[in-house]
């Protein structure tokens, strides 16, 4: 099965050729969440609505952890692969996949224990509360699938391969998209429809990237007594992953709180976050992308000793990024209306929706900055300074402003819609300087051509 060096030949077109499908495989699962929201806004109420919406926001928590522990296994696999230690790359794979399926367990048990607190706490509507629970229930049932998944991907990422894990989303993705339609038009499932074809996707999705890997030359066999945890290699996983894990849950938690502020403005409010939140998701997609894939060359690169080369990726990266999010700063700014129309024709949410949307929207274009610098730095393992980092855009920004705005502008959704570029044109100055001074450290590297 091959691989890409990801340390040689040309830097643009590496890259590229390597973050592009990523970009792919991010656009295609950023449609699930999507595909729901768009398919019970066609065919159900504002109840439903703000119940995915406010779902959504819940199982993202689920995410937010495990992305930091995925991205983990893809620096550390990323780095080993650099070092051209192949066995230890072998196990390295058991090793996560073996952590990531006792994670996913016990992420299960508390997440269900804790659901109808959480809503309490997001100030879910009272007409949409019932229906969140069936939500987000049947999706943390779900959780073992969606964190293999995942855990398989982050693995052929950090080995080099990231077309494989594009074509195994879009599998997902085609799928997820028939039985919503089916679940939710045809039988009439409602919001548990959408909850049972993400879970069933996902599920179908990570049998098809097993048996097509057992079928193929790739490094990990899949067998039984291959499912083992080396104690340094955890304990390696935790130390770069975990403050990954824990800087995604300061953001969540304070976007969470964000969410609890405008479901007690109401339902059209609810809605307007829930929508917004997808836009959030595409237009900082190529941001995101990015980031993941210059954390993956950067670690092969750092592996490899080729310093020079990782830095001048982030640049070009950047570059390619801010582009993607200006389009769509660009059409938040020209027709809000038709941004929010594409997810519901309720012209009470598109009204409320307007100005939140053309203020929020500066924040596509400043948090590109602040991904891909972070990308980078966690490439490195500075993953415990990104933690600090967002921790504190999150703990000791993001959140005082939340509670001063819906304080002082609780009927303004323009005001709130401030708050999220507010935050990050604060952290993209600071990382900036951070990467700046913490690159002069390193005088004279060599640059392979």
Same mark, same amino acid.
């Given at each position: 099965?091959?691989?890409?060096?990801?340390?040689?030949?040309?830097?643009?077109?590496?890259? !590229?050729?390597?973050?592009?499908?990523?970009?792919?495989?991010?656009?295609?699962?950023?449609?699930?969440?999507?595909? *729901?929201?768009?398919?019970?806004?066609?065919? $159900?109420?504002?109840?439903?609505?703000?119940?995915?919406?406010?779902?959504? @926001?819940?199982?993202?928590?689920?995410?937010?952890?495990?992305?930091?522990?995925?991205?983990?296994?893809?620096?550390?696999?990323?780095?080993?692969?650099? &070092?051209?230690?192949? *066995?230890?790359?072998?196990?390295?794979?058991?090793?996560?996949?073996?952590?990531?399926?006792?994670?996913?367990?016990?992420?299960? =048990?508390?997440?269900?224990?804790? &659901?109808?607190?959480?809503?309490?706490?997001?100030?879910?509507? &009272?007409?949409? +509360?019932?229906?969140?629970? @069936?939500?987000?229930?049947?999706?943390?049932?779900?959780?073992?699938?969606? $964190?293999?998944?995942?855990?398989?991907?982050?693995?052929?990422?950090?080995?080099? /391969?990231?077309?494989?894990?594009?074509?195994?989303?879009?599998?997902? $993705?085609?799928?997820?998209?028939?039985?919503?339609?089916?679940?939710?038009?045809?039988?009439?499932?409602?919001?548990?429809?959408?909850?049972?074809?993400?879970?069933?996707?996902?599920?179908?999705?990570?049998?098809?990237?097993?048996?097509?890997?057992?079928?193929?030359?790739?490094?990990?066999?899949?067998?039984?007594?291959? !499912?083992?945890? =080396?104690?340094?290699?955890?304990?390696?996983?935790?130390?770069?992953?975990?403050?990954?894990?824990?800087? &995604?849950?300061?953001?969540?938690?304070?976007?969470?709180?964000?969410?609890?502020?405008?479901?007690?403005?109401?339902?059209?409010?609810?809605?307007?976050?829930?929508?917004?939140?997808?836009? *959030?998701?595409?237009?900082?997609?190529?941001?995101?992308?990015?980031?993941?894939?210059?954390?993956?060359?950067?670690?092969?690169?750092?592996?490899?000793?080729?310093?020079?080369?990782?830095?001048?990726?982030?640049?070009?990266?950047? %570059?390619?990024?801010? +582009?993607?999010?200006?389009?769509?700063?660009?059409?938040?700014?020209? %027709?809000?209306?038709?941004?929010?129309?594409?997810?519901?024709?309720?012209? /009470?949410?598109?009204?409320?929706?307007?100005?939140?949307?053309?203020?929020?929207?500066? *924040?596509?274009?400043?948090?590109?900055?602040?991904?891909?610098?972070?990308?980078?730095?966690?490439?490195?393992?500075?993953? =415990?300074?990104?933690?600090?980092?967002?921790?504190?855009?999150?703990?000791?920004?993001?959140?005082?402003?939340?509670?001063?705005?819906?304080?002082?502008?609780?009927?303004?959704?323009?005001?709130?819609?401030?708050?999220?570029?507010?935050?990050?044109?604060?952290?993209?100055?600071?990382?900036?300087?951070?990467?700046?001074?913490?690159?002069?450290?390193?005088?004279?590297?060599?640059?392979?051509?």
């Amino acid at each position: 099965m091959n691989k890409t060096n990801l340390t040689e030949g040309s830097i643009l077109k590496t890259l !590229f050729v390597f973050a592009i499908p990523f970009l792919l495989a991010n656009i295609l699962q950023s449609l699930y969440g999507a595909v *729901d929201l768009f398919v019970v806004g066609q065919y $159900c109420d504002a109840r439903s609505v703000a119940a995915v919406s406010t779902g959504t @926001q819940v199982t993202q928590i689920i995410t937010s952890l495990v992305s930091g522990l995925t991205l983990g296994s893809t620096i550390i696999i990323g780095k080993y692969m650099g &070092e051209k230690r192949y *066995d230890r790359v072998r196990q390295a794979i058991g090793t996560t996949l073996t952590v990531f399926f006792f994670v996913a367990l016990a992420l299960t =048990v508390i997440m269900i224990a804790l &659901e109808r607190p959480i809503l309490s706490l997001l100030k879910t509507p &009272e007409e949409s +509360f019932s229906l969140t629970m @069936q939500y987000v229930t049947i999706c943390m049932a779900g959780n073992v699938f969606i $964190c293999g998944y995942n855990a398989i991907s982050a693995i052929l990422r950090g080995y080099g /391969d990231s077309t494989r894990p594009m074509i195994f989303v879009a599998v997902a $993705c085609v799928l997820n998209i028939i039985l919503d339609f089916v679940f939710v038009r045809y039988f009439g499932l409602g919001v548990s429809g959408t909850a049972y074809a993400t879970v069933i996707s996902q599920a179908f999705s990570m049998a098809v990237a097993i048996i097509y890997l057992k079928k193929k030359d790739f490094l990990f066999d899949f067998k039984p007594a291959s !499912f083992r945890v =080396v104690g340094a290699l955890a304990a390696e996983l935790a130390r770069v992953g975990i403050p990954i894990s824990l800087q &995604e849950m300061m953001v969540r938690i304070s976007f969470l709180y964000l969410t609890a502020v405008m479901n007690s403005c109401g339902v059209y409010a609810a809605s307007v976050v829930g929508i917004s939140s997808k836009y *959030d998701v595409f237009a900082m997609l190529s941001a995101t992308s990015m980031a993941n894939a210059l954390a993956a060359i950067t670690a092969q690169n750092y592996g490899a000793k080729t310093y020079g080369r990782a830095r001048k990726s982030l640049w070009y990266g950047l %570059s390619f990024a801010l +582009f993607v999010s200006v389009l769509f700063w660009l059409w938040a700014q020209l %027709s809000p209306q038709s941004m929010i129309g594409v997810f519901t024709s309720d012209t /009470d949410v598109i009204k409320a929706g307007i100005p939140f949307f053309k203020s929020c929207s500066y *924040d596509y274009i400043l948090v590109t900055i602040v991904f891909c610098l972070n990308g980078y730095l966690n490439g490195k393992s500075k993953t =415990v300074w990104t933690m600090v980092s967002c921790s504190a855009g999150a703990l000791l920004l993001r959140i005082p402003m939340v509670y001063l705005f819906g304080r002082y502008f609780a009927d303004n959704l323009g005001m709130l819609g401030r708050i999220a570029p507010i935050v990050s044109g604060i952290m993209a100055c600071y990382t900036l300087i951070y990467v700046l001074w913490e690159g002069k450290k390193r005088p004279g590297v060599r640059l392979k051509k």
